[in-house]
């Protein structure tokens, strides 16, 4: 840039002194025109305007040629600054590149110990909750209460524990595992039957069971504290009081893994009728339809017994007619003793026709009432869940003792569904496989009176008018 620069100067200083000597020359030859110059006035003019012009270039050249070597030597220096500039920015590139490669492998460490970080904090956070469910349920927090309040924030999803929340966290699952493994009694405000609190004794073994000198307790979670439970077992209160009376360095007394529920159950004393008020108006149909069901079945197993019995006596006595089926079909053929086989074929077919409904009556209800009995437990289920559901989606109730207790007294309809059921179908089997026993038995007979009165016309027809009317007895009832 500099070179350039002073080029352009010495050219436009060149540029002047031509324009000066020109002028002159002008200035001469308008001077010699005016007045009358002679000619070698003239040339003497142009040589020296010649000569001064010559000096003028060779001046402007010695500058050129002076600030020339300056300008190779700015040229040579500024060279070398390129070049040094040049190598540096090489070494600046490497070290951006080597800086760039540092960066990507402390950005997968950093990721990789983000990861590490992340897992240790959702096991911490599942910890936590486990643990605050744990403690929410213990009876232990009866005596250590305030534990699952701590456990609060460390259960949110945004929370990043440091190193005191972990070591706190620890301290709270080891003072837990502490507290499990002993036996200890502790005076502590107790809940009465009849609402009022009294200080006790509580007897606590480990997480599992508390009780009194009184009697059992129930283990309140949303209050932390506990509820005396009435002693009707004479089993619990003999248990409760050997737990003070050691033998052999052993004591016999009760583990209750839930906390009292189960010995709530023991204590209370449930009617037999409660049963079917927890199923509901749908059990209340079950049963209904059961007990119909049973009548039905066994007053037609008591009547086709009868019959069975009648008509097995009447195989026995052909000649004396009872009120049976057998008798009546025999009865036909008496009535109709002068027809041909075919015309008493249509007339014990009638007749047979006549015995079946008496003889199936009260199966297609019996079946009916068989199946429509689990169809309505089905039924009673499925009302229930949908209640129970529709109570947890109304009130936010997600405990699983309530949604247990829910779905157990819906599924008691089923239960009462399936025992109506059952011995429905097997006595519907049985008066079945009965009446066609009984059907069987009248039509078998029936065929062999057919063959008696076939036989009888052979006879009429081979032997003439005087063939006898009757065939012996004893024939008949082997036909029979």
């Known amino acids: 840039m500099a070179i350039a620069t002073m080029t352009t100067t010495t050219i436009n200083k060149s540029i002047s002194t031509r324009f000066n000597a020109l002028i002159i020359i002008a200035t001469s030859l308008l001077m010699f025109n005016a007045n009358a110059t002679p000619l070698d006035d003239l040339l003497q003019q142009v040589k020296q305007s010649n000569v001064a012009e010559t000096k003028i270039d060779n001046a402007a050249l010695s500058r050129f040629k002076a600030n020339l070597a300056t300008q190779k030597s700015n040229l040579a220096k500024q060279a070398q600054r390129n070049q040094a500039l040049q190598q540096k920015m090489t070494q600046l590139q490497d070290s951006i590149a080597a800086n760039n490669k540092q960066i990507l492998a402390k950005q997968k460490l950093a990721n990789s110990e983000k990861s590490d970080l992340d897992k240790v904090f959702s096991e911490f956070r599942g910890a936590s909750q486990d643990l605050r469910g744990q403690l929410n349920k213990s009876p232990l927090s009866a005596t250590l209460s305030g534990r699952a309040t701590q456990l609060s924030p460390y259960s949110e999803a945004s929370y990043e524990p440091d190193l005191g929340a972990i070591k706190n966290l620890w301290l709270l699952f080891t003072e837990q595992m502490v507290a499990s493994s002993k036996v200890t009694t502790t005076d502590m405000p107790v809940t009465m039957a009849d609402g009022s609190k009294e200080i006790l004794a509580v007897t606590q073994i480990a997480g599992f069971t508390a009780f009194t000198a009184q009697g059992p307790l129930l ?205 429905l179908m097997l006595l519907h089997s049985l008066l079945t496989s009965k009446s066609d026993s009984i059907v069987h038995v009248i039509e078998h007979q029936s065929a062999g009176l057919l063959a008696q009165r076939q036989q009888r016309l052979n006879l009429c027809v081979n032997d003439g008018p005087s063939a006898p009317r009757a065939v012996n007895q004893q024939q008949m009832t082997g036909n029979v």
């Not at 004479?234 to 003070?244: E, H, K, Q, T």
């Not at 583990?255 to 159950?265: E, F, M, Y």
């Not at 079917?276 to 017994?305: E, Q």
């Not at 009120?323 to 009546?328: E, P, Q």
Request: include cysteine; proline fraction near 4%; aromatic fraction near 6%.
């Open 219 to 423: 283990y309140q979670p949303a209050s932390e504290s506990y509820q005396l439970l009435p002693s009707n077992s004479a089993d619990v209160s003999a248990r409760i009081a050997g737990f003070s009376q050691p033998q052999d360095g052993f004591v016999s007394t009760l583990i209750d893994p839930s906390a009292g529920v189960l010995l709530k159950r023991a204590t209370e004393d449930k009617a037999w009728w409660q049963v079917f008020s927890d199923a509901g108006v749908v059990g209340g149909i079950i049963v209904a339809v059961g007990i119909i069901g049973m009548s039905i079945g066994l007053c037609r197993l008591l009547v086709l017994g009868r019959e069975a019995k009648k008509i097995k006596a009447q195989k026995q006595q052909l000649n004396t007619l009872t009120d049976n089926s057998l008798g009546r079909i025999i009865g036909v053929a008496d009535r109709h003793e002068n027809s041909n086989a075919d015309e008493l074929a249509r007339f014990l077919d009638e007749a047979i026709l006549a015995e079946l409904p008496e003889c199936r009556k009260g199966l297609g209800s019996l079946a009916v009432l068989a199946t429509i009995a689990p169809l309505l437990g089905l039924l009673g289920t499925v009302a229930g869940m949908i209640e129970t559901f529709q109570a947890i989606t109304a009130y936010g109730n997600s405990d699983p003792q309530v949604l247990s207790s829910g779905i157990s007294q819906a599924l008691l309809t089923t239960k009462f569904g399936l025992i109506a059921a059952v011995p």
